[in-house]
């Protein structure tokens, strides 16, 4: 089992740059696939990137594909989220969950564990 929290969040300004951790407790956290998702004020949760337990695939959703990136240090037991060029559609709750199995994917309930969110809200 492990427990992600996320950190990193805040108000930027468009175009600015911004660094999400989420570091997950349990030795078994190199097993794991990790996903970010995101939620807007008023939508629904949705998918933003996911890696696989080794690092070595990812995948982005379209929205976000060229600015974002995501990796691991299963070392340190964290996973981070690097946004470039953002925008105010990306002002979001970002969330980040674990995969007890070690592939990637892009759909929420195939998560198991979820953090509480960091708030990221980037202004015009």
């Known amino acids: 089992q492990v427990q992600p929290v996320e950190s990193g969040g805040g108000l930027v300004q468009a175009g600015d740059s911004l660094r999400l951790s989420c570091a997950a407790s349990?030795?078994?956290?190199?097993?794991?696939?990790m996903g970010w998702f995101r939620q807007a004020p008023g939508k629904e949760r949705e998918f933003v990137a996911a890696?696989?337990?080794?690092?070595?695939?990812?995948y982005y959703a379209d929205s976000v594909k060229g600015r974002f990136t995501i990796s691991r240090d299963n070392a340190k037991n964290t996973v981070y989220l690097q946004m470039h060029s953002l925008n105010p559609e990306d002002t979001a709750v970002y969330y980040c969950?674990?995969?007890?199995?070690?592939?990637?994917?892009?759909?929420?309930?195939?998560?198991?564990?979820w953090g509480q969110g960091t708030q990221v809200t980037v202004s015009s």
């Open positions: 890696i696989s337990s080794s690092g070595g695939s990812t």
């Open positions: 969950a674990a995969r007890r199995l070690g592939d990637y994917a892009t759909i929420a309930p195939a998560y198991d564990y």
């Open positions: 349990g030795r078994t956290f190199s097993r794991y696939g």
